[in-house]
């Protein structure tokens, strides 16, 4: 194949059949920009960006590492995703932290483990009593379910002053 032919190739023709090559161009040029957006998308969608996976997980400490949350940012609305919140104490002692903000409006509890000694509803959120080990540690495991759409912001507070501020999005 010539350089000539080449170029005929891609000029418009009326016979045999009516084309118009430089809008033929334009359209495959939009459909490699289409293959590359839906292989960018995939490849995020692996990675934790509409849920679970490395693009999601966070885990954030307070000031004074008395207070540390594991979760994921992004959530599926009707997917259950894990929350994990570690406490640090005196030994053997009753930890109390509060879980605040307006995410009880997108997400339900559906598991905590272990249950806490005591609960208490506390403004827009709850309050929990939880027994500390023999270093002082505990840990608190949250069984989220998403049910809303949108940013939901969260506070998770002790009553010595450790807190931790975040957001979370629910996908529809």
Same mark, same amino acid.
């Given at each position: ?46 990675? %934790? ?8 997980? #966070?885990?954030?400490? +307070?000031?004074?590492? =008395? /207070?540390?949350? @594991? ?53 827009? %959120? ?8 023999? #270093?002082?540690?505990? +840990?608190?495991?949250? =069984? /989220?379910?998403? @049910? ?25």
């Amino acid at each position: 194949m010539t350089d000539q032919d080449e170029q005929d190739d891609h000029r418009s023709r009326q016979f045999p059949v009516r084309e118009d090559m430089v809008f033929q161009h334009k359209v495959w040029r939009f459909e490699r920009v289409g293959w590359y957006v839906l292989v960018l998308l995939v490849v995020l969608t692996l990675l %934790g960006l509409f849920s679970r996976g490395p693009l999601s997980d #966070r885990k954030l400490y +307070s000031s004074d590492g =008395s /207070l540390g949350v @594991e979760y994921q940012a992004f959530h599926r609305n009707g997917s259950a995703n894990a929350m994990t919140i570690r406490l640090k104490g005196q030994p053997n002692a009753v930890l109390e932290v509060e879980l605040g903000g307006d995410w009880l409006e997108g997400f339900e509890v559906q598991a905590l483990q272990p249950p806490p000694m005591r609960s208490a509803g506390a403004g827009q %959120g709850m309050t929990l009593w939880v027994q500390a080990d023999e #270093r002082g540690q505990a +840990s608190l495991y949250l =069984s /989220l379910l998403g @049910e809303g759409f949108g940013t939901y912001h969260s506070r998770i507070a002790t009553p010595g002053g450790a807190t931790v501020s975040f957001n979370q999005f629910i996908f529809p």
